[in-house]
């Protein structure tokens, strides 16, 4: 027998209740595809999740992420992913921050989100103000630059390979094993500009033309 699925909490006034709660601390709120997103001020972030916590039953940091706009003066959002086991809800809210300015940490909030702080530094750079412990956590410590940055070059800025002279990983900067080439990638059915190779043989045949063969030779002695 198939159990029931879990019935989720009505989410009718929860916006306006946290509005009142959260007090100026409240930017804006998107309710779409019965998922809620609140954005807050980045200094206020701490006591939002602590309201959140205690007094909205968001017992749980799910996952945070960050996401990079370039054309923005403060490019970088920082997404907290909050569930209510009680409630069987979810809810995102969300800061924005720059380069330089630092997001107060909710490690004394949630254990776990030492480790998530330290993935957004280390591929945004987003600095976490309390957090005793921000490191890198997926690149290596000698890494320069943050991958997930819009203005990080895909190939990277160095590259490591195993010396058997040093008999040790050295890094040295990345050389392409191939200059990048401009690949055309029109069929030739299409009906190129310029002469495609191998068409030089038949310089002179209209377009399209078959293949002349010796007059009563056999398929197999034209194809030699």
């Known amino acids: 027998m198939v159990s029931p699925a879990p019935r989720i909490a009505p989410q009718e006034g929860l ?19 019965q998922e809620i997103s609140i954005t807050v001020r980045r200094e206020a972030i701490v006591d939002v999740c602590r309201t959140l916590r205690d007094e909205f039953q968001y ?5 945070m992420a960050g996401v990079d706009y370039p054309g923005r003066a403060e490019r970088f959002d920082v997404v907290y992913h909050l569930l209510s086991v009680t409630k069987n809800h979810r809810i995102r809210i969300r800061v924005t921050t720059d380069e330089d300015k ?3 940490s909710v490690t004394g909030l949630w254990p776990v ?9 280390d591929l945004y750079g987003v600095q976490f103000d309390g957090n005793d412990d921000l490191r890198r956590i997926l690149t290596d410590y000698g890494f320069r630059g943050h991958p997930f940055r819009k203005d990080f070059p895909l190939t990277g800025y160095v590259e490591m390979r195993y010396s058997e002279e040093q008999k040790r990983v050295v890094y040295e900067p990345v050389r392409l094993a191939q200059d990048f080439r401009d690949f055309d990638f029109m069929s030739p059915w299409e009906g190129a500009e310029y002469i495609l190779p191998g068409d030089e043989k038949v310089e002179g045949e209209a377009p399209g033309a078959p293949t002349p063969t010796a007059a009563g030779a056999k398929p197999a002695e034209a194809k030699k």
Not at 15 to 31: N, P, S
Not at 59 to 63: A, C, G, V
Request: proline letters at 3%.
């Open 15 to 33: 916006i306006d209740a946290i509005k009142v709660a959260i007090g100026k601390a409240f930017i804006e709120a998107k309710d779409a595809v």
């Open 113 to 121: 989100a030492g480790w998530l702080e330290r993935e957004i530094f």
């Open 102 to 104: 630092a997001v107060p």
């Open 59 to 63: 017992q749980q940091l799910m996952e």
